[in-house]
Every structure is written in C-alpha cells, then in structure tokens.
C-alpha cells in the first residue's frame, strides 16, 4: 500500500537489500475522479489526495537514500490538469498540481 509509510519503507528495504543500486524511481501511481466541488465529497479529496500526492511522497522519501548513493534520478507523472482544472476535475487538478510542486521541491533540495 503505498498510501502507509511503513509499507513503503518495506519495500525500499527490500530493494536496498535485494539489489546493488536504485537508478530510478517513476511515481505513476494515482487516481482520477469526476466531481463537482459543489456536489462532491471531501472523502474524493482526501482520496486523491492520497492516491496522486501521498503515494509520491512517501515512495520519494524512502527511495531517496538509495538513489542519492545511485546517483539515480525521480521521475513523477503529473497531468495537464495540474496547471488547468476543467469542471469535474478541481480534487484531480488540485492532487495533480500538488505532484507537480512536490517535483519542484525535490528538485530544488536535491540540484545540488
């Protein structure tokens, strides 16, 4: 489950030991819900929330130590509707540009 820190940690530790190095990691997990904001849920928020941003990251942070020994290198996908929502899509967009930030704060921390 890549929504439980400690599931993700398992699996870095798993790769950590089953394999010399880590070039890359793609965070492509994610999901998609149609609503509007004035008849949706907080519940699609929360779970694209989890699903788009959490699950990146969480597996970015566990992942990193052995990617930074690597040299390796974080690919996320995001979509369009991160820089554009369209009706029905205000918790996608809003998740998908949370993934786009999150790769501009990685980026800045780790461009040195």
Same mark, same amino acid.
């Given at each position: 489950? *890549?929504?439980?820190?400690?599931?993700?940690?398992?699996?870095?530790?798993?790769?950590? $030991?089953?394999?010399? &190095? /880590?070039?890359?990691?793609?965070?492509?997990?994610?999901?998609?819900?149609?609503?509007?904001? =004035?008849?949706?849920?907080?519940?699609?928020?929360?779970? *694209?929330?989890?699903?788009?941003?959490?699950?990146? *990251?969480?597996?970015?942070?566990?992942?990193?130590?052995? *990617?930074? $020994? @690597?040299?390796?290198?974080?690919?996320?996908?995001?979509?369009? =509707?991160?820089?554009? =929502?369209?009706?029905?899509?205000?918790?996608?967009?809003?998740? #998908?540009?949370?993934?786009? &930030?999150?790769?501009? @704060? /990685?980026?800045?921390?780790? #461009?040195?």
């Amino acid at each position: 489950d *890549l929504g439980k820190p400690e599931a993700v940690q398992r699996a870095a530790d798993a790769i950590g $030991q089953a394999h010399a &190095r /880590l070039d890359g990691l793609v965070n492509v997990a994610g999901g998609f819900a149609w609503e509007t904001i =004035a008849d949706g849920s907080v519940e699609t928020w929360d779970r *694209l929330y989890a699903m788009n941003i959490r699950s990146a *990251l969480l597996a970015s942070q566990a992942m990193l130590p052995l *990617l930074i $020994q @690597a040299g390796g290198a974080i690919v996320n996908i995001s979509a369009n =509707a991160s820089a554009r =929502a369209d009706m029905g899509m205000g918790a996608y967009a809003a998740s #998908k540009s949370g993934v786009s &930030r999150l790769t501009e @704060a /990685l980026a800045a921390e780790l #461009k040195d």
